[in-house]
């Protein structure tokens, strides 16, 4: 007997998959891919691998051992005895039945996750072998000598960042005026302009037109040897050109919906094609939608923790989860990290607020480590009341950030931060450093 179908088996799915059986649900879960999602396969952990790594031929073979061995480690976890995983594609059959090949499966409640996917522009020669997403860029083995980004979001600057450091030539096209819009502009500009420092080009405010082949020259092998030209249009309207060998489109993530037949359990997409959802992640009665096929906040941590939160209410178990403070981070070198609004919107709000910064270059931890370039940006309550969100850049910008977090979902404020003893010397000193 199954009490709970969940289909979908990375972060969220997989998590909130064990959660339930180690509370005594029998739980099904299917998966028609590896175990462990896009985050695990082919996203922020192959990312990151590449990031800790010296060169790309390292990077190359260091990714598919790390893989493979969390994935191993996932389904260890799916292998606990209230727990069935079932391979194949999922699809409703009514409410409360799923069809996996000529298999069905029915329970009280059902979970959807199942991810996102690269989500491509509608750009002439878009199809071009040479035009790749994240996943085929992570295919590569050999490392390409000029490489154009399209997207400056966080895929499109961390690889930009990585694979200008393994020595590739690296154009970023970007249609909006700064690159990570969920970053503060402050926190965003100077970053880019340490990625410009590092070899880096950046073209903002502009709009690819085309992708074209270059042909080889008579007897110089196929029409395919010689890269592709990437027009695009600059603020100004005039039409301006790079080449390149490989092209990374990273504008942007869909929901993975195709195939699963929602219309039999009654659930009517979005117009951005999402599931529809409520503040409890649910899209129907006895259906929850969560992680980026709700599109509420895609990242794997959310995914994973509206996952747990979705079984507690099944299970009627309550929690105190913040979902309207959640962090994030941007493996760039430096990094950058992010929890809650960004100065420029408490401003478009109306809220009021105190900024307050610091710099790593004033930091011992920091110049030890030679890692001087860095910022962390407080944003409080006036009076330094209580703390509002932080961003910041630089060196583990992203365990600092974390550290903020646990402030803010606590409510406190700028002078209890202070008050808190932090250990000589590390980079957490920033933090107290804020004036």
């Known amino acids: ?9 990375g972060p969220g799915g997989y998590k909130a998959a064990v959660h339930a059986a180690q509370h005594g649900l029998k739980v099904t879960i299917i998966e028609e891919g590896h175990v462990g999602g896009t985050c695990l396969n082919v996203g922020c952990i192959p990312t990151k691998t590449y990031v800790h790594s010296a060169t790309f ?3 190359v073979e260091r990714q598919q051992q790390v893989v493979e061995q969390l994935r191993s480690g996932v389904e260890t976890l799916l292998s606990h005895p209230n727990i069935t995983l079932v391979r194949g594609k999922a699809s409703f059959v009514d409410a409360h039945t799923v069809r996996v090949g000529d298999e069905t499966f029915t329970a009280d409640n059902i979970i959807i996750a199942t991810g996102s996917s690269a989500k491509l522009l509608p750009i002439p020669g878009i199809n071009d072998p040479r035009v790749v997403t994240s996943t085929e860029l992570l295919q590569l083995r050999e490392l390409p000598r000029r490489l154009c980004i399209v997207g400056a979001g966080v895929i499109g600057m961390e690889f930009a960042s990585v694979f200008n450091r393994f020595g590739a030539e690296v154009t970023v096209i970007e249609f909006l005026k700064e690159c990570l819009p969920m970053l503060d502009s402050d926190i965003a500009k100077r970053l880019r302009k340490q990625l410009e420092k590092q070899g880096v ?20 092998g196929s029409v395919s040897g010689k890269g592709c030209l990437v027009q695009f249009e600059n603020k100004k309207g005039q039409i301006e050109s790079v080449e390149a060998d490989v092209v990374l489109i990273a504008t942007g993530r869909k929901p993975n919906t195709e195939g699963l037949n929602l219309e039999a359990a009654s659930i009517t997409l979005a ?9 409890e992640y649910s899209a129907a009665d006895g259906i929850f939608a969560i992680g980026d096929v709700n599109g509420k906040q895609m990242l794997a941590h959310a995914a994973e923790y509206q996952g747990h939160h979705v079984v507690n209410r099944i299970l009627g ?3 105190h989860i913040r979902f309207d403070i959640m962090p994030g981070a941007i493996f760039t070198v430096p990094e950058a990290a ?15 607020y105190e900024c307050h910064k610091s710099f790593y270059r004033a930091n011992g931890k920091a110049l030890a480590m030679n890692e001087t370039e860095g910022m962390v940006k407080l944003c409080t309550e ?6 509002l969100s932080a961003h910041a850049f630089g060196a583990h910008a992203a365990d600092l950030v974390q550290e903020v977090t646990a402030y803010i979902t606590l409510g406190a404020t700028l002078q209890q931060l202070r008050d808190t003893v932090h250990i000589h ?3 957490s000193e920033v933090l107290i450093e804020v004036n």
Do not use: H, W, Y
């Open 425 to 427: 010397p590390t980079l």
């Open 317 to 319: 178990i309550e929690d």
């Open 1 to 9: 007997m199954t009490e709970l179908i969940i289909i979908g088996a």
């Open 201 to 220: 080009t950046f073209n903002l405010q502009c709009g690819v037109k085309s992708l074209t082949p270059i042909p080889s020259p008579v007897g110089e």
């Open 271 to 279: 117009p951005n094609g999402t599931i529809p959802v409520d503040r």
């Open 338 to 352: 992010n929890v809650g609004p960004s100065e420029d919107q408490l401003k478009e709000q109306g809220i009021p």
């Open 382 to 387: 006036p009076g330094e009341g209580r703390i």
């Open 57 to 59: 031929a390292e990077a």
